[in-house]
């Protein structure tokens, strides 16, 4: 091993082979963790030992929280999974191709539902689809077995997630709270330099204002994982949703100063002979400054609870936006996918069958899980015959006929750790490859007790490995998935129509910090079906417009609602029927009413003049021919 140091002096992190010390230790507790649970298998002489070891497989995560969840959602989705195939075996099992045809809804059930969730949760949903595929589809001859099956899948699982667990108790693997709370800092430096440069009017450019938005909604899935890392973890993760919350509330303030600066300087400049509302102009600014220091130091609290696992001081919801439009899409393309493929079956009339049809419900629904289900598909193309030759490798190479635990222990742990370090690296490519061919490794190797040797069998096994990500591939060129710019038009296009009508939908029931937050994660799905390199200007230019005007409307509403009192009652209602009509000069107006109202009534009307006339500076922005142009400087 070596110690490398930089130019300053500084010593980097201990490295061997190119690999830092952190990936060489998630690589061995993988492989620990899958000798544990094969070993436990073996002795217990479960009826699917390799099931355990692909759990392994599956939960290797680098820190303790993220494997640690998606183990228990793992468990929930095998129990889900089992009663369904239970259900959908003793129902149809005698129907043949209705059969077929319940099995390809469900897939397609599965993959909507995906649609609706993030992270470990989507994950879960597409394992109810993996589920049902490993057990009723290869068991579609003997409905009997299913419940046996079902049984014997659930122990071998629960043995995995207990080997993952003892090891990376045993072995002190890290939590991943610090490093979660430096990547919410590394935000909040970002959000602060806008706030910055908003004062002066520089915003940046509307793509990297949506992709800010993007890296702050994308930590969302994260945080979750941090309730399975402690007892104290629910608190982590409350205190890390308020940041987020936060953070977007700070982002949006930012841009309403920057707008504001942006209308104050072209007034300026066109010698705008009107100072009547000086004086309110000088008090909204005063307003803004004032709300974005408080929602820093909102953050920056909620980052000291992080750290010392306790509850913020207001537990935000962070909720998400889903498309159930995309979703019910994704569903219909993958229910056809996996139906073509069973009728091709079916038409070719070849034995045996089963292993092949439940690897395409395997890869569709993991694939559903990506935010390209082509992409993915070609990678499961790549990784299959990889997969297959490893397989080979140690069977008839390494094993070569032996059955002893200790050489397979030894046999296992080049391929394992070597994939494990994959695994480890930032690259999402190399990354998602390593795990698969981890994956299909151990599924193609089926490791038991003692170990089944036969040549033919092995070559059917990769046989039809190989050839289900290629139907799966072919039936997404047949019918392609739902494209990048699709799920643009369909999402802007909603985010349009709730503009247009800002009382309905689930918005309505949410504080202007959490709808903000919802804004955000659709703007996150806008720019991660565009590519954050290849965001159109124009795209980007609208979507950040609807979500700076539904926040100024937002605000406005929340201020306006605090006043009560008779005599601003009525300016109140002229106020908010000008936000209803998008007008910049009649919200201005009514603005300037409403501050003659309560000085002439003595009654504070300050929070909600302010944010009028920062709303009337956003509309009149993006209203304006060369609205655009704020989101072009940099």
Known sequence: MQINADAAGDARPLAFAGFPASSWAFALRVWLAMLLALYVSFWLELESPSSSALTVAILALPTRGQGMEKAGYRLLATAIGVAASIAIAGVFSQTDGLLLAVLGIWVGLCVYVVGMLDGNRAYAASLCCTTVALI??????????????????????????????IVNEVLAAPNYHPALA??????????????????????????????????????????????????????????????????????????????????????????????DAAGLIAMSRSWLRAE?????????????????????????????????????????????????????????????????????????????????????????????????????????????????FQLLAIGLAPVVIGLALLISLPNPMPSSLGRLVLVFTLAVLAPTNPQNYDPETFLVTCLFACLSSVLVFAAQLLLPPLSGDRRVRLLLRE????????????????????????????????????????????????????????????????????????????????????????????????????????????????????????????????????????????
């Open 292 to 404: 974005i220091s408080r929602k820093n130091a909102q953050v920056r609290s909620s980052l000291d609870a992080l750290r010392a696992a306790r509850r913020p001081y207001r537990a935000w919801r962070a909720p998400l936006y889903r498309s159930r439009r995309i979703a019910a899409e994704a569903g219909a393309r993958a229910a056809i996918w996996f139906t073509l493929i069973a009728i091709f079956f079916v038409l070719a009339g070849w034995p045996t069958t089963e292993l092949c049809l439940s690897l395409v419900a395997v890869i569709i629904g993991l694939g559903s899980t990506s935010p390209a289900p082509r992409s993915f598909t070609m990678v499961a193309v790549m990784a299959m015959p990889i997969a297959c030759v490893l397989a080979g490798i140690l069977k008839y190479l390494v094993f070569n006929g032996v059955s002893e």
């Open 136 to 165: 009723a589809i290869q068991q579609i001859d003997t409905p009997l077995q299913v419940f046996p099956t079902g049984v014997a899948r659930g122990a071998a699982i629960g043995v995995g997630v207990l080997a993952v667990a």
């Open 182 to 275: 430096r990547r919410i800092e590394a935000l909040d430096r970002r959000v602060t330099d806008l706030a910055q440069g908003a004062e002066s009017g520089q915003a940046p450019s509307a793509t990297a204002a949506a992709n800010l938005l993007h890296d702050i909604a994308a930590l969302h899935p994260d945080i979750t994982s941090l309730a399975a890392e402690s007892s104290v973890g629910t608190a982590r993760a409350a205190a890390a949703r308020s940041a987020l919350v936060d953070l977007v509330s700070a982002f949006s303030l930012g841009r309403m100063l920057a707008a504001f600066s942006a209308t104050s300087a072209a007034a300026q400049n066109a010698n705008d002979p009107d100072q």
């Open 495 to 634: 985010v349009r129509r709730e503009l247009s009508r800002p009382d309905s939908g689930r918005a309505r029931h949410l504080a202007p910090e959490e709808a903000a937050f919802r804004d955000a994660a659709r703007i996150e799905q806008i720019v991660t079906a565009s590519g954050p390199s290849a965001m159109n200007d124009q795209i980007a230019d609208e979507a950040m417009r609807c979500f700076d005007e539904a926040e100024a409307v937002r605000r406005c509403r929340a201020e306006l609602d605090q006043l009560q009192q008779d005599p601003l009652a009525r300016a109140a209602q002229a106020a908010r029927e000008a936000l209803a009509r998008r007008d910049g000069g009649a919200i201005l107006a009514s603005a300037e009413a409403l501050h003659q109202a309560g000085a002439r009534n003595n009654l504070p009307a300050s929070a909600a003049i302010a944010a009028l006339i920062a709303a009337s500076a956003a509309f009149a922005l993006s209203q304006s021919p060369n609205g655009s142009s704020r989101e072009k400087r940099s």
